[in-house]
């Protein structure tokens, strides 16, 4: 019986997906089952007798001290998360049960460990994380108490509140109606949601946001209501549509009622001069004439009337026109940027999971396909990006964190981003700052996308595989003057002039080989004035061009 019982046993053990491994209190590889030799790629004779440091990661040895520390004292270990190493030197997620081993007198004689891999689990939690925080709606979930739980940056912006203080407080403490706000999570709770639920948001700063809240509960696997899933669409502009048209409506009625009552006058002013006529004047024909001297002067009134009523709507209709039209732009480029981005988001996380084969493997055709779908999704993208900064550009909301800044670190990072890829292109990157551990104050990641965009131009026009590009900076009396110069093609006189208009393109034939939004130079240009200084180009058509930026040092 004991033999029968001790074959399941290892039956079991050898059919388990599960690594299961046993070792000593050395680290010492004792036994290693099929599921193990499938995780690690180590097979049993490879790894017994050796040590278990073989699948443990850089830096995560200390995790064997401490686990043996914990089973001396004859405690188990259920569900610790880490990382282990495979023999490839790909790193895995995993969960560990670890027990002791005792023998018949009770005594610990070795360590006993399930090892399950919980990769693909650790992918699906990162994946769905990135999608809630590239929404640009506010998320937020919140416990049957009221309590915040989990937020997106989106709305750590809206309410200015870091996510560390929002996690924990009353979900109605940031709204204007506290007791509405609490009244409209109650319901979802009672009702399962709620849809288009008005509020307005208080930012820490006093900036009040009206929204539309949606949510509904979300519960685990058996069916148990954990908490509320709520997302806020941002209706402010919608709003000052609705206010222009309703002051048009009325605008229009009151116009409307005023030309009524004059009519109604000129009615009452005719009929008791028809009156006065009849007792004053005896005569048929003087009777006549008057009345038709008195019709044709009302005529006349009327048709002036008229006129005035009919200019002053079509004045009216202009003016409200013009601002609606104003507001109509913005509230369609916040619309069409937040709708076209809305998609890429799965399109993007989509191919990174087919590329990195966790739907299914893939063959070579198929991950080129995924890659021009990438490749066209992140066009789209950055395109997006371009049309966002010109809008709030334009509003005057794109915002700007002045700091210190590195011109020392600011250039390294340059060229440790550009110059290894372009060697690989044989084209020639280099940096010249004007001098060592100079400090500046500006807003550096803004800067950093003004060099981003005219780098990005240069590499699109310098020659194939003779390309140079060179940055760096100088002293010009009082002032510090950045450039970015290439050997490329080079921009003649006449497109000069117009080159930092908005959706400009150098080339604008049907078949131009140069992509972009022509957008780049138009925000460089409005983020370099924003920051307080100028920027110019240098290119006599031909034989490169060199951008400048100026700013008083």
């Known amino acids: 019986?004991?033999?029968?019982?001790?074959?399941?046993?290892?039956?079991?053990?050898?059919?388990?997906?599960?690594?299961?491994?046993?070792m000593d209190f050395d680290g010492i590889v004792t036994s290693w089952n099929t599921g193990s030799e499938k995780m690690f790629g180590y097979s049993s004779k490879e790894i017994m007798g050796k040590s278990i440091y073989s699948i443990y990661p850089t830096g995560k040895e200390s995790e064997f001290d401490e686990i043996i520390a914990k089973l001396k004292k004859n405690?188990?270990?259920?569900?610790?998360?880490?990382?282990?190493?495979?023999?490839?030197?790909?790193?895995?997620?995993?969960?560990?049960?670890?027990?002791?081993?005792?023998?018949?007198?009770?005594?610990?004689?070795?360590?006993?460990?399930?090892i399950r891999d919980i990769s693909g689990q650790k992918r699906a939690s990162a994946y769905a994380r990135s999608l809630i925080e590239a929404s640009l709606d506010p998320l937020v979930t919140i416990s049957a108490k009221g309590k915040v739980t989990d937020v997106n940056e989106a709305t750590v912006k809206i309410t200015g509140v870091q996510r560390e203080n929002l996690i924990g407080s009353d979900f109605s403490d940031?709204?204007?109606?506290?007791?509405?706000?609490?009244?409209?999570?109650?319901?979802?709770?009672?009702?399962?949601?709620?849809?288009?639920?008005?509020?307005?948001?208080?930012?820490?700063?006093?900036?009040?946001?009206?929204?539309?809240?949606?949510a509904s509960v979300y519960k685990d696997d058996k069916g148990n209501v954990l908490g509320v899933f709520a997302a806020a669409r941002d209706i402010t502009e919608r709003k000052k549509v609705e206010k222009l048209q309703a002051e048009q409506t009325d605008t229009k009625e009151k116009l409307q009622a005023e030309q009524t009552d004059t009519k109604?006058?000129?009615?009452?002013?005719?009929?008791?001069?028809?009156?006065?006529?009849?007792?004053?004047?005896?005569?048929?024909?003087?009777?006549?004439?008057?009345?038709?001297?008195?019709?044709?002067e009302?005529?006349?009134?009327?048709?002036?009337?008229?006129?005035?009523?009919?200019?002053?709507?079509?004045?009216?209709?202009?003016?409200?026109?013009?601002?609606?039209?104003?507001?109509?732009?913005?509230?369609?480029?916040?619309?069409i940027t937040h709708e076209l981005n809305t998609p890429l988001v799965p399109i993007l996380g989509y191919?990174?999971?087919?590329?990195?084969?966790?739907?299914?493997?893939?063959?070579?055709?198929?991950?080129?396909?995924?890659?021009?779908?990438?490749?066209?999704?992140?066009?789209?993208?950055?395109?997006?990006?371009?049309?966002?900064?010109?809008?709030?550009?334009?509003?005057?909301?794109?915002?700007?964190?002045?700091?210190?800044?590195?011109?020392?670190?600011?250039?390294?990072?340059?060229?440790?981003?550009?110059?290894?890829?372009?060697?690989?292109?044989?084209?020639?990157?280099?940096?010249?700052p004007y001098a060592k551990n100079l400090v500046i104050k500006t807003d550096k990641s803004r800067l950093r996308q003004v060099f981003d965009n005219l780098i990005?131009?240069?590499?699109?026009?310098?020659?194939?595989?003779?390309?140079?590009?060179?940055?760096?900076?100088?002293?010009?009396?009082?002032?510090?003057v950045f450039y970015v110069r290439d050997n490329g093609i080079g921009i003649s006189q006449e497109k000069q002039k117009e080159l930092f208009q908005k959706f400009y393109q150098i080339d604008t034939s049907e078949r131009r080989s140069i992509g972009g939004t022509g957008l780049g130079l138009a925000i460089s240009k409005g983020i370099v004035e924003k920051l307080g200084g100028t920027i110019s180009v240098e290119s006599d058509g031909k034989t490169g061009t060199t951008f400048y930026m100026k700013f008083l040092s």
């Open 174 to 214: 940031y709204f204007t109606e506290p007791k509405k706000a609490r009244e409209g999570y109650e319901r979802v709770f009672k009702e399962g949601f709620v849809a288009d639920y008005p509020l307005s948001i208080r930012n820490s700063s006093g900036q009040i946001t009206d929204v539309l809240y949606n």
């Open 264 to 296: 109604e006058k000129l009615q009452a002013e005719y009929t008791l001069a028809k009156e006065k006529l009849q007792l004053e004047y005896t005569d048929a024909k003087e009777k006549r004439q008057a009345e038709q001297t008195l019709a044709k």
């Open 1 to 22: 019986m004991p033999d029968t019982y001790n074959f399941l046993l290892a039956s079991i053990v050898e059919s388990s997906e599960d690594a299961i491994l046993s």
């Open 298 to 335: 009302i005529r006349q009134a009327e048709q002036t009337l008229a006129k005035e009523t009919r200019q002053a709507e079509q004045t009216l209709a202009k003016e409200v026109s013009e601002k609606l039209k104003g507001v109509a732009k913005d509230e369609f480029s916040a619309m």
């Open 351 to 432: 191919c990174k999971m087919l590329k990195t084969s966790m739907l299914g493997k893939i063959d070579q055709e198929q991950l080129e396909a995924i890659e021009v779908i990438e490749k066209n999704a992140k066009r789209l993208e950055a395109l997006i990006a371009d049309i966002m900064d010109v809008r709030k550009l334009d509003l005057n909301q794109l915002k700007f964190r002045i700091d210190d800044l590195s011109l020392d670190e600011f250039f390294s990072n340059l060229d440790s981003d550009y110059g290894k890829v372009l060697e690989n292109k044989k084209c020639q990157f280099t940096t010249n």
């Open 75 to 114: 405690e188990r270990i259920e569900h610790f998360e880490t990382e282990r190493k495979r023999k490839d030197g790909s790193l895995i997620y995993v969960s560990l049960s670890i027990s002791p081993i005792n023998n018949e007198k009770g005594n610990i004689v070795g360590i006993a460990k399930i």
């Open 456 to 480: 990005g131009n240069a590499i699109k026009f310098v020659p194939e595989n003779k390309g140079k590009i060179e940055t760096g900076c100088m002293k010009e009396n009082n002032s510090l």
